[in-house]
């Protein structure tokens, strides 16, 4: 349907609606459509809108505009005349063949958007999705998808395999199946319902357990909240609630507002909160309560339309989002609130609620005297601990110094240039999100934030924090830049050891001497995943570099070493690898650049295993290396990896690479390494390099001749 061009003469029928009740698969569906490989090829230009039971054409036209062009959404902010949209629009689509996806359609005024089609080329299409056909029948003669429910036999085996993940079936537990057949029954061959229903009955397969999912109409909505779920995980499920129907969650923003609410527990010092907190998510996703998705490489969750509901029916008493003309209704037990700001007259009103826990504006449009009147609703709030102010083209930010129990606060794409100096007075805080805003520098005393725990900013704007070494709550540091005038000596980084993700350490050379270097205790970052080590070479202190290396090779973590212009170093051995049976054990990708002076790389003996994870390698500019050691010493073990990248480039000296490094090798990339040739058992031929996939050898001839 959507690629046929021999009924679209006239440019205002081509509709196409897929119907059916929620949980049938409508979006999954429209989704597997517009990923199709004929259909991305057929449309140049292709929209999804999702656009629930509030439709609003003046913004659903700024989003078409915003998806399809570069103007980004702050630019039409202001913009309130439709008119001027719709030359905008009409502008960018004239010559365009276009497909508008239409989700979750309520509204039948959608059909104002059918002017999009009379702008676009032929063969332009609307999908729609929606659960009733009243909904469509605006439109006049459109063609219509009927979702049903799955049939018996395929319900059955969709549910059997959501309650039994072992495959067994109710062979595992025959008391089961009656119970079962009959939830079955009551669920309609809904699949989304299945999959829910079917993962929450195998966290229990007892048969009282499966009677009270059964008695509880859970797919109606009218159980009560602690059958659904286990009540750690029902609080987390409930907050979601705020947010709108289609809204695309972070994984690690919605954890880290739970953790800030206290909902996340952990059992042992051994796990993080952010560890726990993200089982807690796995878990609801395993259980069908999100769904994954992806754009341009970034992942995203969402929530069905039935599950967004079942979070508001949890979540009905403690939980809410409204628009500012709505809060004259807001119950004294709400306790986390979302409200989309339009006119400010009632934004007073949630100062009212003197017990909230979580407050998160929605900014639509421009409000004179926002940020006072907005200080004036906080200085009432001094119990809230989750502040979500992003995306609220913030100037100027209100003072802040009382709201004592804050532990989030997202100000991410704002206006203003310099955070309230009274920031430093919120003791408790464990996230600040400061990310796409303008500010150069943050307030000198900000390392008072002893229980920070996520400092989200510009990386040059974080390392520039003088004495951030008082952060020791801190999980991640992007860079740090020693710079001893500015009071960032090495050893700030000693007490920092619940560091995580990746670290970039910049102006080593400042570092004198091993002793000070030592002070940094690297090796006791355990939580690191990737490790960049730089040092200047323009440096007029060659001399005092680092003649050894932390045995950075103990790091549990570790995933990714790169370490640039280490001068000081002649030789890569035991004091790297540290005193661990297998060294290295997780990293992935290792590289060493501009090592003048490094002469010799050493491997273990032994029983002991080195880089057994190893993916990558490259070496770049390190003239004086002689040799690679054999990285795959335990090649007959099942579970050693050789490196399936190598790359060697500018190391004139180098003269031999092990044969056994080559046995599961599918990239090899070498440079200017004029002396490089292979070295093999005797009883080894070239097949060793048969998994090749990419050779690629320049200014090599040894090398070269070997492979010819």
């Known amino acids: 349907m959507l690629l046929d061009e021999s009924n679209s003469s006239d440019r205002n029928s081509p509709v196409i609606s897929i119907l059916g009740f929620g949980g049938v698969g409508k979006t999954t569906f429209a989704r597997y459509v517009l990923a199709d490989e004929q259909v991305q090829k057929h449309f140049d230009l292709k929209v999804w809108i999702y656009v629930s039971d509030k439709f609003d054409e003046l913004e659903i036209t700024k989003q078409i505009i915003t998806s399809i062009s570069r103007i980004k959404p702050r630019e039409l902010l202001q913009v309130k005349n439709t008119?001027?949209?719709?030359?905008?629009?009409?502008d960018k689509l004239i010559g365009k063949r276009f497909l508008l996806v239409l989700d979750d359609v309520w509204d039948t005024r959608w059909e104002a958007l059918r002017h999009c089609l009379t702008y676009a080329e032929k063969g332009s299409k609307i999908l729609i999705t929606a659960r009733e056909e009243k909904s469509v029948d605006v439109m006049g003669p459109v063609r219509k998808i009927l979702l049903e429910g799955l049939v018996s036999e395929a319900f059955r085996l969709l549910f059997e395999a959501c309650a039994f993940p072992s495959g067994m079936g109710y062979f595992c537990c025959p008391e089961?199946?009656?119970?079962?057949?009959?939830?079955?029954?009551?669920?309609?061959g809904n699949p989304l319902a299945a999959k829910t229903v079917g993962k929450l009955l195998s966290a229990n397969l007892h048969h009282s357990y499966w009677r009270s999912i059964l008695t509880s109409d859970l797919w109606k909505l009218e159980q009560e909240p602690n059958d659904i779920m286990p009540a750690h995980l029902q609080r987390c499920f409930a907050c979601c609630s705020i947010f709108p129907k289609g809204y695309k969650f972070i994984k690690e923003r919605l954890v880290h507002m739970w953790m800030a609410q206290g909902f996340i527990q952990t059992q042992t010092a051994f796990v993080t909160m952010e560890d726990a907190g993200g089982e807690y998510f796995n878990n609801l996703l395993q259980r069908s309560f999100f769904e994954r998705g992806e754009r341009s490489n970034d992942v995203f969750y969402y929530m069905n339309d039935l599950i967004h509901d079942l979070a508001h029916f949890v979540s009905m008493h403690d939980c809410l989002r409204i628009d500012s003309d709505q809060i004259g209704v807001i119950s004294r037990t709400v306790r986390h609130l979302s409200i989309r700001i339009d006119r400010l007259d009632e934004v007073r009103k949630v100062a009212e609620l003197k017990n909230s826990r979580t407050l998160r504006f929605v900014f639509n449009g421009h409000v004179p005297n926002y940020s006072q009147i907005l200080q004036d609703v906080l200085k009432e709030l001094k119990s809230i601990r989750v502040l979500d102010l992003s995306d609220c083209h913030l100037a100027n930010l209100p003072e802040m110094g009382h709201l004592i129990h804050l532990r989030y606060l997202d100000l991410s794409s704002n206006d203003f240039e310099m955070p309230p100096r009274s920031l430093s007075m919120l003791y408790h805080l464990q996230v600040l999100n400061l990310q796409n805003c303008r500010i150069h520098s943050l307030p000198s005393d900000v390392n008072k934030l002893i229980n920070?725990?996520?400092?989200k900013a510009n990386s040059n704007v974080v390392s520039m924090v003088a004495n951030i070494g008082k952060l020791t709550s801190l999980q991640e540091l992007s860079l740090f830049e020693v710079d001893?005038?500015?009071?960032?000596?090495?050893?700030?980084?000693?007490?920092?050891?619940?560091?995580?993700?990746?670290?970039?350490?910049?102006?080593?050379d400042v570092v004198r001497s091993r002793e000070e270097a030592i002070e940094a205790d690297l090796y006791q970052k355990r939580h690191l995943?990737?490790?960049?080590?730089?040092?200047?070479?323009?440096?007029?202190?060659?001399?005092?570099?680092?003649?050894?290396?932390?045995p950075l090779g103990q790091l549990p973590y570790l995933k990714v070493l790169h370490m640039e212009g280490l001068d000081g170093v002649t030789q890569i051995?035991?004091?790297?690898y540290g005193n661990d049976d297998i060294v290295f054990h997780r990293l992935e990708e290792l590289t060493f650049d501009f090592m003048s002076k490094w002469e010799e790389w050493l491997g273990v003996d032994g029983g002991r295993r080195l880089f057994p994870r190893l993916r990558k390698l490259s070496?770049?500019?390190?003239?004086?290396?002689?040799?690679?050691?054999?990285?795959?010493?335990?090649?007959?073990?099942?579970?050693?990896?050789?490196p399936s990248t190598l790359q060697i480039s500018d190391c004139p000296c180098i003269t031999c690479l092990p044969g056994e490094m080559l046995h599961q090798l599918k990239i090899l990339d070498v440079k200017h390494c004029p002396s490089l040739t292979v070295s093999r058992p005797a009883n080894e031929g070239k097949e060793v390099v048969s998994s090749l996939v990419r050779l690629c050898v320049e200014d090599a001839p040894l090398l070269k001749g070997w492979f010819l």
Request: aromatic share 4%; hydrophobic share 35%; glycine share 6%.
């Open 176 to 188: 089961l199946e009656p119970v079962g057949m009959e939830i079955a029954k009551k669920l309609k």
């Open 573 to 576: 051995g035991y004091q790297l």
């Open 83 to 90: 008119s001027y949209l719709r030359r905008v629009l009409r």
């Open 484 to 508: 001893k005038n500015r009071g960032n000596h090495i050893k700030e980084l000693k007490n920092m050891r619940n560091l995580g993700g990746q670290l970039q350490i910049k102006c080593l």
């Open 452 to 455: 920070l725990r996520h400092l």
């Open 619 to 642: 070496i770049t500019s390190c003239p004086k290396l002689k040799r690679l050691p054999v990285l795959s010493m335990f090649k007959n073990q099942r579970d050693n990896i050789s």
């Open 529 to 550: 995943k990737g490790l960049q080590l730089e040092w200047a070479s323009e440096s007029d202190n060659v001399e005092e570099r680092w003649e050894a290396l932390p």
